[in-house]
Every structure is written in structure tokens, then in C-alpha cells.
């Protein structure tokens, strides 16, 4: 049943499709059933080297995957570096907060020489295939306006070197800062697609570092006041004809997937090996009974509430 449609048991269709860091991980997703890849992590084609790729090193690895999923959506996250990541030829000053620091879409834009390399071998790979590209870390409006003037420079440019390149490219944003939340349905003006980055907007609503065993137990993105904001987000995409993706960590647990379905989540993407289980949950629930529960827990006080509440309602 994994290559089946995650269709609620009344009716009701979701896309659940994989996160994945290289080539290799989407050809495993495709066997797990994958519906496309909602995350293609871009940073394996700059770890691991004495030297910044070229162009065409990233044309290649962009094409190889495209071809891989075939017709299949493939939302490609612009380089993310910085935070837990570290590239030395880049020449990263070293930083007290590096999570809060110098990162992702804030360096690219601050390189953009740099930054038009990666977005013009993904103009050129985007040809014959369903690419949408997605901006990280973005928290205010301004940059969402730089990096698409960049990316609109970059096809420029590809044009002008003699390359085909498609009409139009689905452009969105990764929503992990609760700035965007608030500001979401300004922000939906902008953008093609909201994808919910849950890893880091749990760390930054709750103040708890995702990688410090200290505080680990209090980032929990069951938590209500997470869950709150996926809402939100949702209902400002939907008001604006936008579809709205989790790609972090929630849209594969368990205990999550009913009360994501019940906020109206249209796309579910997490690690290739979780996808049979994911569609399994799915199809067990009623697009009505995932929306009660989504409205009770959003009103619990914890995670622990959360979760119990969902192993305690009866389908």
C-alpha cells in the first residue's frame, strides 16, 4: 500500500512526499512511495571539499535528481548553511549564537554573486521537470523581496548564456521564525507555497537549542503554542490560494499526523523510511475526525497533553 494515495477514509487526499540530502536518498523514497521530494537539502554538493562547486558541478547534481523523481514535485531549499553547519572554505566567523546568527538565506543574499551560481544551475536543471524553489531562515519581508530579485537576476542570466528555461518556477518559503507566523498573510502576497520548517520553529517559539540535551524535553513541537502557529500559517496560505507543507520532523510522527491532517495540511514531508507508516495513519482517519481532535488539543497546555489526547481519541 505505500505507492497508494494518502486518502482519509472519507475521501479526503493528502501529498506525503520525502525529505532527502542527495540523489540516493530520493531514489529510496520513490521505493518507500515518495509523491515527490518536499525537501531537497542542497548542502551535500558544498560539504566535504577544499573548494566552492562550480555551476555546472550543481547543474549536474540538480539534473541527476529531477531526472530521479521524473515528473514528481521537487521543492529544492536554497543553501542552508550556517547554525549546525559549517563550510570552511566559506570563511564563517566563528559566532556566540550561530542559530540566531549569520546564516542560510542571510548569507546568501549578503553574497549574491555567490548565491546567483546555486539559483542559476537550478534555472537551468528546472527544465522538463516540476522544480519549485524554496528560500530558508527568512524572517522578514524585505528578504523575501531580495532573493527574489536575485532570482529573477539569475534567469536573466541563463537566458542571456543561450539556455532554455521554463516560463514560471513555484517560489516559497521556509516558515521557522515566528516572525513570518505573525506577519503570514503578508507574506502569502509574495510566495507560491508556505513549507513549515517544525525543527526550527520549535526551537525558536520555545528558546530551547534542538541541540543541547539540556533542554532537549522542552522542544517538543507538539507543543500547543507550535501547533497554533502551523494553524495559522494554514489558514493564511489557504486564504491566499497557497498549498502549505510541514518538512520538518512533525510531519512524520505519529502522534502528529491526525492533528496535522485535522489543521489542513496538504503536504506531509519527512524521512524517506517513515512514508508507509505516514500514509497507513492517514488513511485510518476521517478528514472530520482529524479536525475535532486538531480543535481539542489546540486548547491543552503541553505536548505531554497532546500526544496523550491523540492516543486516547477512538476512530
Not at 529531477?66 to 542552508?80: G, H, K
Not at 500547543?224 to 495559522?232: A, D, E, N, Y
Request: proline residues 5%; aromatic residues 8%; negative net charge.
Amino acid at each position: 500500500m505505500a505507492h497508494e494515495p494518502a486518502t482519509t477514509a472519507d475521501g479526503y487526499t493528502v501529498e506525503v512526499v520525502a525529505n532527502v540530502g542527495n540523489p540516493e536518498e530520493a531514489e529510496k523514497a520513490l521505493c518507500y512511495g515518495g509523491e515527490g521530494v518536499g525537501l531537497f537539502r542542497t548542502e551535500f554538493i558544498f560539504l566535504d571539499r577544499q573548494t566552492e562547486p562550480s555551476e555546472e558541478e550543481q547543474y549536474a547534481a540538480y539534473r541527476n535528481l529531477l531526472e530521479i523523481m521524473e515528473n514528481r514535485p521537487v521543492v529544492v531549499r536554497t543553501l542552508d548553511i550556517g547554525g549546525d553547519k559549517d563550510i570552511p572554505y566559506l570563511d564563517l566567523e566563528k559566532e556566540e549564537n550561530p542559530f540566531l546568527g549569520w546564516r542560510a538565506v542571510r548569507m546568501c543574499l549578503d553574497r549574491p554573486e555567490f548565491f546567483k551560481k546555486q539559483l542559476r544551475a537550478l534555472w537551468r536543471a528546472g527544465l522538463g521537470h516540476d522544480l519549485r524553489i524554496m528560500f530558508p531562515m527568512i524572517a522578514t519581508l524585505d528578504e523575501v523581496h531580495k532573493a527574489k530579485s536575485i532570482l529573477m537576476e539569475a534567469r536573466d542570466e541563463v537566458i542571456q548564456a543561450g539556455y532554455t528555461v521554463v516560463d514560471k518556477i513555484q517560489v516559497g518559503i521556509m516558515v521557522e521564525v515566528p516572525s513570518v507566523v505573525v506577519l503570514a498573510e503578508q507574506f502569502a502576497r509574495y510566495v507560491d507555497f508556505f513549507s513549515i520548517g517544525t525543527n526550527d520553529l520549535t526551537q525558536y517559539t520555545l528558546a530551547a537549542e534542538r541541540t543541547n540535551p539540556k533542554v532537549a524535553h522542552l522542544g517538543d513541537a507538539c507543543h500547543p503554542s507550535v501547533l497554533r502557529q502551523i494553524k495559522t500559517v494554514i489558514e493564511a496560505g489557504h486564504a491566499a490560494g497557497l498549498w502549505v507543507g510541514v518538512c520538518g520532523e512533525l510531519a512524520g510522527d505519529p502522534e502528529a499526523i491526525p492533528v496535522l491532517l485535522g489543521l489542513g495540511l496538504d503536504e506531509f514531508s519527512m524521512a524517506p523510511r517513515a512514508i508507509p507508516h505516514a500514509k497507513a495513519i492517514i488513511r485510518r482517519w476521517t478528514k472530520k475526525q482529524a479536525a475535532d481532535l486538531a480543535k481539542q488539543v489546540l486548547t491543552l497546555e503541553s505536548a505531554e497533553q497532546v500526544r496523550l489526547a491523540v492516543r486516547n481519541y477512538h476512530i
